[in-house]
């Protein structure tokens, strides 16, 4: 596709129940995030992917939070459990090759999947 | 620590104004800085990036600065539009691969 497509765009739960977010990267990215963003706050770091590496998880909130990418396409991140205080926008980001500190790893953002938690 | 400030928290001026948006950063080892648009409902789009050797970037009406040496960085939007409204989040990232989000200044631009 043209760009990092997410699903659902919104998503209303009940707590304590589970959620499943969606992200298709850009083809050929090898990068892919995930960040959270509460209404009116900056983005929130959760996980990286980078390539067949071990994932950076160093953002995860709690152990109810969990990501999986297959290969280097499709990602999922999922909410066990989940509390309202999970509430926000979750965005995913992907970029081409190379360390996040590179100065070419410009991240093109999905439109985001806004999650309530009632 | 590792911090990204901005400022204002939000602004709010007249369609054909122009504005200045601030970010300070305490980011070590430095590698490079990005300003991101983001619009309501939507995810962050790069307007510039610079690193640590570039002191000015332009992108249309947008001009970043950089001064790594105070560790600051401008955003300068001229003749302002509507369609500027939104979110500008400055983007630090460092050396060991942390990539560090300010919490945005929130532009309205009035007709």
């Known amino acids: 596709g043209a760009g990092v497509s997410q699903s659902p765009s919104n998503k209303v739960t009940e707590k304590g129940k589970d959620v499943e977010l969606r992200c298709d990267p850009i083809s050929g990215h090898t990068a892919l995030y995930w960040y959270r963003q509460r209404l009116g706050q900056g983005l929130e770091f959760l996980i990286y992917?980078?390539?067949?590496?071990?994932?950076?998880k160093s953002g995860l909130p709690s152990d109810r939070f969990s990501a999986e990418r297959t290969g280097e396409s499709v990602s999922t991140l999922t909410i066990q459990r989940t509390q309202q205080e999970d509430s926000a926008v979750y965005l995913c980001?992907?970029?081409?090759?190379?360390?996040?500190?590179?100065?070419?790893?410009?991240?093109?953002f999905g439109p985001g999947t806004r999650l309530t938690v009632l | 620590k590792n911090q990204v400030e901005q400022s204002p928290q939000s602004l709010i001026i007249l369609e054909g104004k122009n504005c200045t948006l601030q970010c300070n950063y305490t980011v070590s080892p430095f590698s490079n800085l990005r300003w991101y648009k983001q619009d309501t409902g939507r995810g962050p789009v790069s307007l510039t990036i610079?690193?640590?050797?570039?002191n000015t970037k332009s992108n249309g009406r947008y001009t970043a600065t950089l001064d790594a040496d105070t560790k600051q960085s401008s955003l300068h939007i001229t003749a302002s539009q509507l369609s500027d409204s939104a979110s500008y989040i400055c983007v630090v990232s460092a050396m060991d691969d942390k990539i560090i989000f300010g919490k945005g200044t929130r532009l309205h631009i009035l007709p």
């Open positions: 992917f980078q390539g067949n590496s071990a994932p950076d």
């Open positions: 980001a992907s970029s081409s090759q190379g360390p996040r500190g590179s100065s070419y790893n410009e991240q093109f």
């Open positions: 610079m690193t640590f050797s570039e």
